[in-house]
């Protein structure tokens, strides 16, 4: 918390936790919404995208809370954002460095991805990410449950045409339980690639 507040203000989204998360990020300097029951990364978001919104934000940049995104990487983004002012800006993983089976999932979804919307798109499940303002407004408009919000993300995207970047972080696993559901995860997953391709394939904006 301490080292994302030496690159920009923080906002953190308190999705039910049943712990201190809250009190422990107000006393770092964090101002946080409170949303109970939990209801999802998605839900999280578009609460976070909301107050970005009311309080002009030019752009925002996301980050899970669970270790595996290093905030002293949060000026790359933005020096990606003010070098070009892409909509987009993901952190590319090294899918290397993750465990076998994060690393089998991930590289098997960024190609069936990759076919749905007929673009390489190098990673599409990294949470760290910036957003520009438009693009948080057209997401809190979005349907998509959960981590599928990230993937619609570079849906809209590349339907409107506007810019994505990808700037390299690191990838950090410190041998942490994964809170995927692996079934329901690929489940959801197939799901939003049938959804992007549709997407990508019907007329219109």
């Not at 201190?20 to 578009?46: F, H, I, M």
């Not at 408009?141 to 809209?156: K, N, Q, T, Y």
Request: overall charge positive.
């Amino acid at each position: 918390m301490a080292a994302a507040r030496v690159h920009l203000p923080v906002l953190v989204v308190d999705d039910g936790s049943a712990d201190d998360t809250a009190e422990r990020a107000e006393s770092a300097g964090a101002t946080v919404l409170r949303q109970r029951p939990n209801q999802g990364k998605g839900a999280a978001l578009q609460a976070g995208f909301r107050r970005a919104l009311e309080q002009d934000w030019e752009a925002a940049v996301t980050l899970d809370a669970d270790g595996q995104h290093d905030p002293d990487e949060i000026p790359r983004f933005v020096d990606a954002w003010r070098a070009g002012h892409p909509d987009l800006v993901i952190g590319r993983r090294s899918f290397r460095q993750m465990p076998p089976s994060r690393r089998l999932a991930n590289e098997i979804g960024g190609r069936a991805f990759s076919w749905a919307v007929g673009r390489s798109i190098p990673d599409n499940q990294s949470g760290y990410r910036l957003l520009s303002r438009r693009l948080m407004a057209e997401m809190i408009r979005s349907d998509e449950p959960g981590f599928e919000l990230e993937v619609d993300m570079i849906v809209v995207c590349l339907r409107a045409g506007w810019p994505l970047a990808w700037v390299p972080i690191r990838t950090i696993y410190a041998g942490e339980p994964s809170h995927i559901r692996p079934i329901r995860h690929i489940s959801g997953f197939l799901r939003t690639v049938r959804h992007a391709r549709a997407r990508m394939r019907a007329p219109g904006p």
